[in-house]
Each structure stands twice: as C-alpha cells, then as structure tokens.
C-alpha cells in the first residue's frame, strides 16, 4: 500500500482578510473532494490572509497511478481554478 501526498501553495490574490480567504478556500476544498475522491485539507499558512498550503492524500497499491492523479490535482487547479494561484506543488510517497 502506497500513500502519496500532494502539497499545493496556493494564493488567492486580492483576498484582504482571513473570512475572505475562506470563503474562496471552502469551495475548492470541496471541489477537490468532490471531483477526485481525495483527502483534502489547509495544513499551513492558516493565519495569513493570501497563502495557503493544501494537501491532498490518495492511497494505493500502485505508485504510478497514484502520482498521476496527483498531477492531474494540480494540473486541475491551476488550469481551471481562476481564483487562485499555484505557487508550487511537492508529491510525496510514502511507503
């Protein structure tokens, strides 16, 4: 069994508090869940009113497809998430 963890810094540029924040984080973390099936949460940055860091978590016995669905997370948000920026993405598999 694999666990492979996509780490996304996101900004959400012109969000001027943290309840404006929020209410552009909700629904992507919910489209997120939703649309693949994957564990998803805001792991850092919570306290800052433009950055978060999102994980999202698939496990798997097979790596390969694993990190493909990964990359297509993040391929996904920076393509079709106009309210926010993707800074940089990390996948990781844990064995």
Known sequence: MKV?????HVQFP??????????R?????ARLHREFN????EVDFQDRWRDSLLCCA?????????????QEIASWVDTNWP???LVEEKIEVLQ
């Open 4 to 8: 492979a963890i996509l780490r996304m």
């Open 38 to 41: 994957v564990s998803v949460a």
């Open 25 to 29: 984080l909700k629904p992507l973390l």
């Open 14 to 23: 012109g969000s001027d508090s943290l309840k404006a924040k929020r209410r």
């Open 58 to 70: 698939i496990v798997n016995t097979d790596n390969g497809h694993a990190q493909r669905s990964l």
């Open 83 to 85: 309210d926010a920026t």
